[in-house]
């Protein structure tokens, strides 16, 4: 079989490979995206039914092109936002080739080689777009000879999909909360491990808090420390968009645990950290209300006072009395639903590129291997870089980045860090 060569090589056609395709495009450079499935398939197919975007219509998306038929405060449901991305590819003519997956990278030379499903690629050029969610992380914590359901979220997709009786669901992220408050409202007795998060207000004096982060610089903020990458964010768009209130989920009878520290002989052992990971989402919500009406008297905003976004409901009695040892049997749990994310998995790519945790070594997704490059990271080149307008914009620097070195004298990070 003939070996194909191309200048750029973008692996996945995501929402990063997606605008990768466009900025390569709009530079005149030759590329391919090569998707193993259909394009957005993660929307379509890794997320529970009745997932809507965490940002309004009018924020998670493209520059380019709105949600046809939404309204931009609304909030996208996952099919739509996959069909977006659909359509938005075939209004740049992206070169997306999908039902190929890509088997290894290595490198020649200056030439990458690419073995992939339908054979191999030769390109000078490859762009990592396959994103951070690839390998669920399910800790094993509870035995699989416990006898209950255990899923991880990604494959979680809707109450009737467990076996009957009480759930407990470990993670309180945006994936966490909205499950677990799915299946409150399916009449489930739900269980709820919360950890350290933060817990913006859906939206504060008339605008999301999509809009504030912005205003206030939040999401152009850089890594604040080592190991501080990841943050976990308390925020939905289910129902319309409301803001995560834990103490109102307890009062509505959901019980709600800190951290899940150990299991032994069907007993789940608790950290007694509830009240004080409360206490952080609290402030983190009241600083973001502070900062909120400090800028709006700093720049004579008329925006309408909104007293209600401090209200503070009574604690349920599952945090004035902390659970600290849970005897699943006796609660009635039959099955677990593990929201606590995912990890990167760079299997596939058999270059010196990564860490010693296998994650990529980059500068604003620049690789330390001259022609390698990613996008589509937390935290790539500022907090908005895992938000659909922030890789469009990480996508576009790459592009000018690969536009500007095509003479093959770029230097990897190097040259970017000089």
Known sequence: MAV???DTLVIGAGQAGVAMSEHLGRRGISHLVLEKARIAENWRTARWDSLVANGPAWHDRFPGMTFPGLDGEAFAPKEQVADYFVTYAE???APIRCGVEVRSVGKEGATFRVETSDGVIEARNVVSATGAFQRPIMPALVPAQAGLTQIHSNTYRNPGQLPEGTVLVIGAGSSGTQIADELLRAGRRVYLSIGPHDRPPRRYRGK?????????????????APN?????????GAYGGQTVDFRRLGNRGMTLLGRAESYRDGVLHVAPDLVDNIARGDANHLSLLDRADAYAAEHGLDLPEDPEARHKEPDPACVTDPILMLDLKEAGITSIVWATGYA????WLKLDALDEKGRPVHERGVSKVPGLFFVGLPWLSRRASSFIWGCWHDADYLAGYIAEHRSGKDTGVAAVAS
């Open 208 to 224: 999301d808090f999509c809009w504030w982060l912005g205003v206030l610089g939040i999401w152009d903020l850089k890594v604040p």
């Open 344 to 347: 990167v998995d760079y299997g």
């Open 91 to 93: 209004k740049i003519k």
């Open 4 to 6: 194909e060569k191309v």
């Open 228 to 236: 501080t990458e990841h943050v976990t964010i308390a925020v939905s």
